[in-house]
């Protein structure tokens, strides 16, 4: 009897769980799985793992924990493994990702199993964009009009045309909106104008695909602290996803470390929260196992350091925003503490008497990498600002955090804006 691999479709789209069942192996025999997966998030991946057969000759990962794992967990095949050398940030793309699973038994090969996993669902388009606006705009399949969100990244900048091509395949118009590190940006994270993102939602409610009363804003780390300050400024954003957010302002991001102005309103550096003496601090980083740097103890010091007016002035005023606000956080953040720094949205809007739905929801064991679902989870990275940072949670709980967490974003997307 050959050796049948099912569950894993050869082609699905790249956010979709899965199972995978072996049939036809040999009963309570030790069998091996090597997976590879290419053109994915800048890099090459790879990983083997092992299991045993049933006294049946069936192996459900669904119900079958791999050695070395806690829990059954078919996914596991993909966010658990590592790449061939540090992935290329400036490589990653929208482009199908390829795999492959092999699998061992005994002293051979027994079954081959080819997938694609797919950003770009058929019928989705895009079209990149230039000056004034930098970015690339993500359409879903059909006329529309769609509603559509606006994506910004965080302190490491381009877009992620991954999650715009997904977010257009399950039904959003997406601008995923460069606003520095991107051809045609500047280079750093400073001074940057809330005006430009003013004029990227005029031109984006001017699209016949658009549906102009139905415009979120989503981002992660700064790029959450973006959304927020954004939906307190311009009354177009119906909706806010922030994961990993700041309620606070801070300064610019920039290799070597600033205080200069991350964001500025009419020509006018906004308040923001006092960083650590312009990076010059006297005690050593705080560092993981494996050399990673801590971020987050530094933010804590800053938050017990600034006055308590200081504080006040940097409080984003999410008060203003005109639709609903959803908060993503992983409980074991280490490039800054996104709970502690999102406990002032959710004072601001209970005092105010807010009149829409703030939801924050926390993840056991999840780090700050709180991105895509089912594709592989890093703890600590090279950073596009330079040096190798640590990013917290553990692997398994980052990806659990991730399945949950875009489940709950799309589900949130589609009543905060109305999907028909």
Not at 90 to 110: C, H, K, Q
Not at 314 to 326: F, K, Q, S
Not at 341 to 347: A, F, Q, Y
Request: with cysteine; proline share 8%; aromatic share 8%.
């Amino acid at each position: 009897m050959a050796v049948v691999v099912d569950g894993l479709p050869t082609r699905t789209l790249a956010d979709e769980p899965f199972t995978v069942v072996l049939t036809g192996l040999t009963p309570g025999s030790e069998v091996t799985i090597e997976v590879r997966l290419e053109n994915c998030l800048g890099a090459t991946w790879r990983g083997t793992f092992s299991a045993d057969a049933d006294p049946a000759g069936v192996l459900d990962l669904a119900r079958v924990a791999l050695a070395g794992f806690a829990e059954p967990d078919p996914t596991a095949l993909l966010w658990a493994l590592e790449p061939d050398g540090e992935p290329d940030r400036a490589a990653t793309s929208a482009a199908d990702v390829r795999g492959a699973l092999t699998i061992r038994a005994g002293t051979g090969t027994v079954a081959v199993h080819e997938f694609v996993r797919v950003f770009r669902d058929h019928g989705v388009t895009c079209t990149d964009l230039a000056e004034p606006l930098a970015g690339a705009l993500y359409l879903p399949a059909g006329p529309g009009p769609h509603p559509a969100v606006i994506t910004v990244s965080g302190s490491g900048g381009g877009i992620a045309r991954e999650e715009a091509a997904l977010l257009a395949s399950r039904g959003f118009a997406c601008l995923a909106l460069a606003y520095f590190n991107y051809p045609g940006r500047p280079p750093e994270l400073v001074d940057q104008p809330l005006e430009y993102f003013g004029r990227a939602m005029e031109w984006l409610a001017a699209q016949p695909q658009i549906r102009a009363d139905a415009i979120a804003v989503k981002g992660n780390s700064r790029g959450g602290e973006l959304s927020l300050l954004l939906g307190s400024t311009y009354k177009a954003v119906r909706a806010v996803v922030a994961v990993v957010p700041s309620g606070y302002i801070w300064g610019a991001a920039r290799a070597g470390w600033s205080d200069g102005a991350a964001w500025t309103w009419q020509g006018s550096a906004l308040p923001r929260v006092p960083s650590a003496e312009d990076g010059e601090a006297d005690e050593e980083p705080d560092l993981t196992t494996d050399g990673a740097i801590r971020l987050t103890p530094g933010f804590r010091a800053a938050i017990a350091d600034a006055a308590p007016q200081q504080l006040a002035d940097a409080a984003i005023p999410v008060e203003r925003t005109d639709g609903p606000i959803l908060i993503l956080c992983g409980e074991t953040d280490d490039m800054w503490p996104s709970i502690e720094l999102t406990d002032v949205v959710l004072e601001r809007t209970a005092k105010a008497g807010f009149p829409y739905p703030v939801r924050r929801l926390t993840f056991p064991d999840a780090g700050h990498l709180i991105t895509l679902p089912c594709l592989p989870a890093r703890t600590s990275g090279l950073h596009p600002l330079g040096g190798r940072f640590a990013y917290g949670g553990t692997q398994a709980g980052t990806a659990a955090a991730r399945v949950a967490a875009w489940r709950e974003m799309l589900a949130f997307l589609t009543a905060a804006l109305g999907m028909r």
